[in-house]
């Protein structure tokens, strides 16, 4: 413990203004459709694929990517099987994760993933392609709502709104910075 | 002196000013994002609600704030993270460089951080013999040609992509002359991907922190924040101490107003949050204070504290768009940043309170309803109170409260004035070193008579 926590406790309680209220929010609510839900996540550069049922699967994941992708899931059958020992490099050779999503939020397109779902905390932004998986029952409509399910944020968690990106060259977007260069929700 | 060099904005600005293309770029770019920005609120219902409670959670906050600071350094605590406090930017500095040196570390990957800019830690790493690399692509961009920030969220918005291309051609390698944005970034990504895989260190800095959990919450669109820290061994968040709220449901109201505000986007792709460090790894907290506990003993001024540093200020205030960030020459700029420099540093930064018009566009699009614009006045006051106004502003108002408050001699003035301006020479009126105002305006033609005699000839004068 530093000396320096004393003095800056001290130095704020001397220059805080007598206390102010804290206000309740409000609970702000909207529409929850999947069809609110699609159209904001592909307005940001994201793809949403409904299945007729998740035995449906693997059979659409074939066909959204063909290519033969080094894949790490806890849901398929994985070829680069991850756990949260993986050392980087084998994560680093990941090409598509299939990832479960606890819940959607419908007005900004945006999933919650919990750490519990992730296999390892770098694997939602080390994959080159990222699909999560929701059930269309879970979705919300505002963050208010989100928050709301958020009952133990864990020790990580995000929201994650579609894929990596960045406008940082003449505002000019470009999807695929760091991150997943591209993100799929299949709803079932 | 050079206009790089002169001490006040006005000076820096002309340097900007001297590519009238790439200026008007400028001016455009950022009132199109002013634009975006509307959009997103607009089909917000409920959000002139949601500035209000922003507003009132910061004010609670900061009223309560030694309380929050405790609650969260003890639920921190129980969470298994560090917890270090900085008075100013020395011990910040110090206290970062301790933690990797204890990690036994010499590769630091840092994502986007305004804090770590104000404590200026790059150069007290690197000359410590740290490896520190920006990997957000516009920090990484200014960070290769040596420059700073000159927006908080678009932070190269002062480049052109042909600048980019020419530091990416002499750093990373790429093809001479390429400019397509695409491919600029693409070349970023696989040299900073390996930055990434290497690093021993994550430095992150901190939108918001919640006393209830202990977390940080971190936001960026291009995940480079959650790469790195998902990766390294270490985790260092630098928290400036104002960013604290007291529960995690408040973040509800505040990621609803961050990105809208910021660039018109409904929340930023990822908005991440860190509680726990995973076993067999470290994750620490560097509060710092660095003047905000002076900033929040000034009734004036506490409300500054309360950014969420979303730029919706700097986009949509002419003279920002017109000046360019690094014409404040302050970690901070635009509006929001001329009133938290003068608490840092009044005599380096009483230029930056007059670099506005009073418009009040900022206090308008401000999500935490801070009242910029009438700070700016206030800080004004406050400056020509401690005798820091230019020679001849000072001469000139003190002439100017004279004449006023004498009506006769106003009057003499008046009769002199519009007579003057009908024989002097135009180069002697316009003279740029007697009137600054007339280097890029014409004055209006003088007028035959004053408004008293005018008003004496009107015939249902009474």
Redesign the interface.
């Known amino acids: 413990m530093?000396s320096?926590?004393a003095?800056?406790?001290a130095?704020?309680?001397?220059?805080?203004?007598?206390?102010?209220?804290?206000?309740a929010?409000?609970e702000?609510t909207g529409p929850a459709s999947v069809a609110d839900f699609s159209a904001?996540l592909t307005a940001?550069g994201g793809r949403v694929v409904v299945l007729d049922g998740l035995p449906q699967l693997a059979e659409v994941l074939g066909q959204l990517f063909p290519a033969n992708y080094l894949l790490a899931s806890a849901m398929l059958p994985a070829t680069l099987p991850v756990t949260?020992d993986t050392p980087?490099?084998r994560?680093?050779a990941v090409e598509l994760a299939v990832l479960r999503a606890a819940f959607g939020v419908a007005?900004?397109?945006?999933v919650w993933l919990p750490e519990a779902n992730m296999l390892?905390?770098?694997?939602?932004?080390?994959t080159q392609h990222l699909v999560l998986v929701l059930d269309q029952r879970n979705l919300v409509a505002?963050?208010?709502q989100?928050?709301?399910q958020?009952t133990d944020?864990?020790?990580?968690?995000?929201?994650?709104?579609?894929?990596?990106?960045?406008?940082?060259?003449?505002?000019?977007l470009?999807i695929?910075?760091?991150?997943?260069r591209s993100l799929t929700v299949l709803l079932h | 002196m050079s206009p790089a060099n002169t001490p006040t904005h006005a000076g820096r600005s002309e340097l900007f000013l001297l590519d009238a293309e790439r200026t008007t770029w400028h001016d455009e770019t950022l009132w199109f994002v002013r634009q975006k920005r509307d959009k997103a609120v607009y089909a917000t219902p409920e959000f002139q609600a949601l500035r209000q409670l922003a507003s009132d959670i910061k004010d609670h906050t900061l009223s309560r704030l030694a309380e929050y600071l405790e609650q969260f350094e003890a639920a921190a605590l129980a969470n298994g993270v560090r917890v270090h406090w900085a008075a100013d930017a020395a011990e910040h500095n110090r206290l970062v460089l301790d933690i990797v040196r204890a990690a036994g570390a010499s590769r630091v990957v840092k994502s986007k951080s305004m804090l770590t800019e104000e404590c200026h830690l790059n150069p007290h790493l690197l000359a410590n013999g740290v490896e520190v690399i920006d990997s957000d692509l516009g920090e990484r961009i200014i960070q290769l040609r040596d420059e700073a920030p000159s927006h908080v969220v678009l932070p190269a918005i002062h480049l052109k992509k042909e600048d980019v291309g020419e530091t990416f051609w002499q750093h990373l390698g790429t093809e001479k002359g390429l400019t397509d944005p695409q491919q600029l970034t693409e070349a970023a990504r696989q040299h900073l991907r390996e930055k990434f895989l290497a690093a021993e260190v994550a430095i992150s800095g901190v939108n918001f922190a919640i006393a209830e959990t202990g977390s940080v919450v971190v936001c960026t669109n291009e995940g480079n924040a959650d790469l790195a820290i998902g990766l390294a061994r270490v985790h260092i968040a630098c928290l400036g101490m104002e960013k604290l709220l007291p529960r995690l449901s408040d973040l509800a109201v505040f990621t609803r107003l961050l990105t809208r505000s910021a660039t018109g986007q409904p929340i930023t792709t990822f908005t991440s949050h860190f509680t726990k460090p995973l076993p067999g790894r470290e994750m620490h907290v560097v509060i710092v204070d660095n003047g905000r506990s002076k900033q929040l003993g000034r009734p004036d001024f506490r409300a500054s504290l309360k950014c969420i540093r979303c730029g919706a200020c700097m986009n949509t205030c002419p003279v920002y768009r017109r000046s360019g960030g690094h014409s404040y020459d302050f970690t901070i700029p635009g509006p929001i940043g001329a009133i938290l420099s003068p608490n840092i540093d009044m005599r380096k930064h009483a230029s930056l309170p007059f670099a506005s018009t009073l418009c009040g566009s900022c206090t308008d699009v401000c999500p935490v309803k801070i009242d910029i614009h009438a700070q700016l006045y206030k800080w004004r006051q406050v400056l020509a109170a401690e005798g820091m106004l230019p020679a001849s502003k000072q001469w000139s108002m003190k002439l100017l409260s004279r004449v006023l408050a004498r009506p006769a001699l106003f009057k003499a003035g008046g009769a002199v004035a519009r007579l003057g301006l009908r024989f002097v020479p135009h180069g002697l009126t316009h003279a740029p070193g007697y009137n600054p105002w007339a280097i890029a305006r014409e004055l209006p033609a003088a007028p035959k008579q004053s408004f008293r005699a005018w008003y004496a000839q009107q015939p249902d004068h009474v």
């Open positions: 530093s320096s926590r003095k800056i406790v130095a704020v309680r001397a220059s805080q203004p007598a206390p102010l209220p804290l206000p929010v409000p702000f904001v940001i949260s980087i490099d994560l680093a007005e900004n397109g945006t390892h905390r770098a694997l939602p932004t080390i505002t963050m208010h989100a928050y709301a958020v944020v864990g020790g990580y968690g995000m929201f994650l709104a579609g894929p990596s990106k960045t406008a940082d060259i003449e505002q000019s470009v695929g910075a760091h991150g997943a």
